[in-house]
């Protein structure tokens, strides 16, 4: 039994449109139901995780990525019975704001907005979306999600310190999310590095010897799966082994936060807010071999030569259509064009491309290049 911690989970403190209860769904099902009919979530599916979709049809992108990170760290909330709608939904809503491209568009993105003493963060646009970009009721604009929602969206991977400025002051400054949102940062890097492994495995990138080499949680699983079943096929056992590797880093998850917590004393989601560090942890075990899989990843997937110089057009790609719309924004759609009247154009620019997925990027950026 790898025990619970039974924290009650975060009331809902406001939307910043108050809304009737709905008379069966909780706050947290009516975001997480607000997400998923987003088109910005749609959109996911056409984006890129770390292969571009034309590699292989059986490559993550950006959305299958949010499914997985969202059934780890449902998996998780249960375990230590937390609140699961709530961080189901923090986890559908984590990726919203990723650009084409991966985190090529927005190092692209960041990069041309810093020209204007602005910048571009993923979790910062996944607020803007939320807030603002998605258009679908007649009341008000964005989602007009809970408050908790669009701070998890904020803080799951990054704290907001004492004085933040503009948009981040009203997020509780200098405060821990609630454990829900701490714990989201962890399961997707669990989601991430297993699927990275995948997909480097299967594109060629990797060798299970190597990775047994510098992994020695790896080398133990694929020793374990070889005994287990001496008559399957490699790709079998190479999937069983991958499905334990789930398991024991999301155990370790697990095991390490109620470790942590217990040590803290905690009892509720005020007294978490409240630490000076935060609970969701590893163990010390699995913590080491996140890292090492990692580092491993990083050099052998992330930065192999093939995808550094796909990453290095693509983002090339972003720069020049970002520049060419801010040169002549009649270019825009016309939805786009008319958000000229209340936003500066590098800001509307942004988030048009920001929106798009590969293809449609592509498709517009090869039609304004052909009218030049």
Request: charge should be negative.
């Amino acid at each position: 039994m790898l025990g619970s911690l039974k924290l009650q989970g975060p009331a809902t403190r406001r939307r910043k449109y108050p809304e009737p209860a709905h008379r069966y769904r909780t706050d947290f099902q009516r975001d997480r139901d607000r997400i998923i009919h987003a088109r910005a979530f749609r959109r996911l599916e056409g984006k890129t995780q770390v292969f571009a979709p034309r590699l292989s049809d059986h490559f993550r992108n950006r959305l299958t990525h949010t499914i997985e990170v969202s059934q780890i760290a449902r998996t998780v909330a249960v375990a230590l019975q937390l609140d699961d709608e709530f961080t189901e939904t923090l986890a559908l809503a984590h990726d919203l704001g990723h650009p084409p491209f991966g985190h090529a568009g927005e190092h692209e993105l960041d990069e041309r907005m810093r020209r204007f003493g602005a910048g571009f963060e993923h979790n910062l646009h996944s607020l803007r979306i939320v807030d603002w970009l998605e258009r679908r009721y007649a009341r008000f604009e964005g989602l007009n999600l809970t408050f908790e929602v669009r701070e998890g969206i904020v803080k799951h991977s990054r704290e907001v310190l004492p004085n933040a400025p503009g948009e981040l002051a009203e997020f509780l400054p200098g405060v821990r999310p609630p454990l829900e949102a701490q714990l989201l940062d962890l399961a997707d890097e669990i989601a991430y590095n297993t699927a990275d492994f995948d997909d480097g495995f299967n594109a060629g990138l990797l060798r299970i010897e190597d990775v047994c080499h510098e992994v020695p949680l790896v080398a133990a699983l694929v020793e374990r799966a070889e005994m287990q079943f001496p008559g399957a096929s490699d790709a079998t056992r190479f999937c069983e082994m991958l499905r334990a590797l789930i398991d024991t880093l999301v155990g370790g998850l697990i095991e390490g936060t109620v470790e942590r917590a217990r040590k803290s004393g905690v009892q509720c989601v005020e007294e978490v807010r409240q630490l000076d560090y935060r609970l969701a942890a590893f163990t010390a075990e699995t913590a080491e071999a996140a890292r090492q899989l990692k580092s491993l990843l990083t050099r052998s997937v992330i930065l192999s030569p093939g995808l550094v110089e796909e990453r290095k057009a693509a983002a090339s790609r972003v720069g020049e259509l970002f520049d060419l719309l801010v040169r002549e924004p009649k270019r825009l759609p016309l939805d786009d064009r008319e958000e000229l009247e209340r936003h500066p154009v590098h800001r509307v620019v942004c988030d048009f491309i920001a929106g798009m997925t590969d293809a449609y990027f592509v498709k517009m950026a090869d039609r304004l290049q052909r009218a030049d």
